[in-house]
């Protein structure tokens, strides 16, 4: 049995693994989390012992196999209560992270099992990401940001690289959602912001800072 300060590590070394594809650092590890180093070193040694990550001082650490599964059992139960919450309870996408994360703790296999049934075997989150299968496969869909399309360029809207609530919000206020088409019908070389047109042709201006946190599928 593991607490849930140690599967929140794990957690947080594999997605730090995963943006860096490196080792993960004490620093970046102990900025994820809002602790100290020290207390992170610490940490790091009890899971070092239990097998879980590979730990060596002052050069980093990575997760064992056994910790990849566990994270990724983690972010399953993570992403399927999402989609519960949105889908069965009307939360909006915004309020769901944070419920989640209690959520996630929760150890019964079969209970994880059974919602992933009743939800029908959903394969993204409300955020468009990938749910881990049960066996810890994940499959990450081909992906750019929108910032990276040129003019009249069209893809599908399929995730966010921002999941903050205010950004959220501030997609819903202006109407983008995923699922939905755009098709870039300029780009301003002043402030890198961009015009857009939706799929209801309605024309919409996006700021760069909201165009780098858009992935789209082409």
Excluded at 9 to 18: C, G, H, R, V
Excluded at 113 to 130: A, M, S, T, V
Excluded at 183 to 190: D, E, H, K, S
Aim: aromatic fraction near 6%; include cysteine; charged fraction near 25%.
């Amino acid at each position: 049995m593991l607490s849930y300060t140690e599967e929140n590590y794990i957690k947080t070394i594999y997605k730090l693994s995963q943006s860096n594809n490196r080792e993960v650092n004490t620093n970046a590890i102990a900025e994820a989390l809002q602790t100290k180093a020290a207390s992170v070193s610490d940490m790091l040694k009890k899971l070092s012992g239990k097998n879980i990550i590979f730990y060596v001082k002052y050069r980093g650490v990575s997760l064992s196999p056994e910790g990849q599964q566990i994270a990724l059992q983690i972010i399953r139960k993570h992403r399927l209560w999402e989609v519960f919450l949105v889908e069965k309870l009307r939360f909006n996408w915004d309020e769901v992270h944070e419920v989640a994360e209690e959520l996630e703790h929760i150890t019964s296999p079969l209970l994880v099992q059974r919602l992933d049934e009743f939800l029908g075997f959903p394969k993204i989150d409300p955020h468009g990401d990938p749910i881990p299968t049960d066996e810890g496969i994940i499959h990450q869909p081909e992906q750019v940001l929108a910032a990276d399309l040129s003019v009249n360029a069209s893809g599908v809207v399929s995730g966010v690289k921002d999941k903050q609530p205010l950004f959220l919000q501030h997609l819903d206020k202006i109407g983008i959602c995923l699922g939905m088409k755009i098709t870039v019908l300029n780009q301003i070389a002043y402030d890198k912001s961009m015009e857009i047109k939706l799929e209801d042709d309605k024309n919409l201006v996006i700021s760069h800072e909201v165009a780098r946190n858009l992935f789209i599928t082409i």
